[in-house]
């Protein structure tokens, strides 16, 4: 028998059986990992398993490759802070999807782990989130490998007037260099290259250009085509605050 306990951030849950539940959940020393839940779908413990819900899980299988059994309970929820506006609700369902599909099946990533319950933990704070999930992107961008570099300009090396993206490459622009390719260029707004705090339009815009380094470098290099639509959501509803 193999075993072993954790405390995670329940992504996602759906029956299984007529009385059970698999559930993902994401923790800091077991990475992305699954099993059912007996009873998952009884009116003790579906409560708890609410996407987002920071749980104490323990874990076991009689071999590791097997899907194995969870034993749940809870460290605090979410829900109420998730449905008290529909940023809120559309931010924790953007983390959750994302990570579900990203997120490699049972590897560690302990930094990626503290970051995200940080940002869960600001659901609620309008005036905070959204800037907080826009470096939340650049931060799982560059834990799965795919960061960007916007320190200097790629052809000039210069960091003065950087105003765009380089897609192919993930590296900073100036206005200046970027010359007749400036229509395959994606935008650097000064939020994006970390210069402080910025309006809603300004981050929507930075969103663009993670969002591009995500669905065409992250998400096809694991196999996936496009973005989760909770995250296109999320961006409305920042778009819109």
Same mark, same amino acid.
């Given at each position: 028998m193999i075993a072993w +306990?954790?405390?995670g951030i329940l992504l996602s849950t759906r029956p299984f059986g007529e009385t059970s539940a698999i559930i993902e959940v994401f923790t800091p020393d077991m990475g992305r990992h699954a099993g059912v839940v007996r009873g998952g779908v009884s +009116?003790?413990? @579906?409560?708890i398993l609410q996407p987002g819900a920071q749980l104490s899980v323990a874990w076991k299988a009689r071999l590791g490759e097997h899907l194995g059994s969870f034993t749940v309970e809870p460290v605090r929820s979410r829900s109420v802070a @998730? *449905? /008290?506006d529909r940023l809120s609700l559309a931010g924790l369902n953007a983390v959750c999807a994302l990570l579900s599909r990203i997120l490699p099946e049972r590897e560690p990533h302990g930094p990626l782990y503290d970051r995200t319950t940080q940002l869960l933990d600001l659901l609620g704070q309008t005036d905070v989130w959204p800037l907080a999930y826009l470096r939340w992107e650049q931060a799982l961008l560059s834990e799965m490998g795919? /960061? *960007?570099d916007l320190s200097a300009c790629a052809v000039r090396g210069t960091n003065e007037d950087l105003a765009f993206v380089s897609p192919r490459t993930g590296r900073a622009v100036s206005r200046q260099a970027a010359g007749e390719w400036v229509d395959r260029l994606l935008p650097l707004p000064p939020v994006l290259a970390g210069q402080g705090d910025a309006t809603n339009d300004q981050i929507v815009i930075a969103l663009t250009t993670t969002g591009y380094f995500i669905e065409h470098r992250l998400l096809r290099s694991l196999g996936h085509d496009t973005l989760p639509p909770a995250r296109d959501r999320l961006v409305q509803a920042i778009g819109r605050v």
């Open positions: +306990r954790d405390e +009116r003790k413990i @579906a409560p @998730a *449905m /008290g795919f /960061g *960007m």
